[in-house]
């Protein structure tokens, strides 16, 4: 067990609509990374949060967006939703945007039908 | 741009030894790293290297020559619950932060 939480495990849901996936950090960690695994492809860097502000930004679609709250939680709000959206999406946590061993959270599975 | 390779697949026997290679290019290099991922699980920190040469871990070794832009992970005494997908990542301190590239992962099978 990482300490990164995730819920929820599973979402399934139709084409065009919009789902909120939620991370929580470790404890005393600030930095909150999102990443998107699909079958064909490996983990996919999305965007990274440090202390409440956007950090770093990777291959996030403009429907995709993120947050992460005074609490330090995240949530990775998803839009406009495509088959092709169907994936694992993580949550990652380190202490600081310079430290590189994030931690994983188990996941949640997107099904878009 | 970052460019990670690693083989797609690899089968070794219970109790031996396998490598796992990773070639990479990156602009801004600070650090490889190898994680472990069951299907359907999340990745678990295996290993991170910055500076050249041999890190050892109990049964897991990392390698690492920065000049030549390589990786390798050992696994030794190979055991049927290391089957799972070992993922190469590079670090690159580009635009202040710290973002991880991840290679598409080797799975690794072990059979008796």
């Known amino acids: 067990d990482s300490g990164v939480t995730q819920t929820p495990k599973h979402l399934i849901t139709a084409t065009g609509q919009r789902v909120t996936l939620r991370c929580s950090p470790r404890s005393g960690d600030l930095s909150v990374y999102w990443y998107q695994q699909s079958l064909d492809q490996g983990l996919q860097f999305l965007i990274q949060y440090y202390n409440g502000e956007e950090r770093a930004k990777g291959n996030i679609l403009e429907r995709f967006s993120a947050q992460q709250f005074p609490d330090l939680h995240s949530e990775l709000n998803l839009s406009s939703l495509e088959l092709g959206d169907s994936a694992l999406y993580f949550c990652?946590?380190?202490?600081?945007?310079?430290?590189?061993?994030?931690?994983f959270g188990p996941g949640t599975r997107l099904t878009v039908l | 741009g970052q460019n990670i390779d690693q083989p797609t697949e690899m089968t070794a026997t219970e109790g031996a030894i396998v490598q796992i290679n990773c070639t990479y290019q990156t602009s801004g290099f600070n650090g490889l790293f190898w994680y472990q991922q069951h299907a359907g699980e999340a990745p678990t920190f295996l290993s991170y290297?910055?500076?050249?040469g041999l890190e050892e871990k109990g049964r897991f070794s990392s390698f690492l020559s920065r000049s030549k832009g390589y990786s390798y992970l050992l696994l030794k005494e190979l055991q049927m619950k290391d089957s799972a997908s070992y993922l190469c990542a590079v670090s690159d301190s580009g635009a202040g932060s710290y973002q991880l590239t991840f290679g598409k992962g080797t799975k690794l099978s072990v059979i008796p």
């Open positions: 990652a946590s380190s202490p600081t945007p310079s430290v590189n061993e994030q931690f």
């Open positions: 290297n910055v500076l050249d």
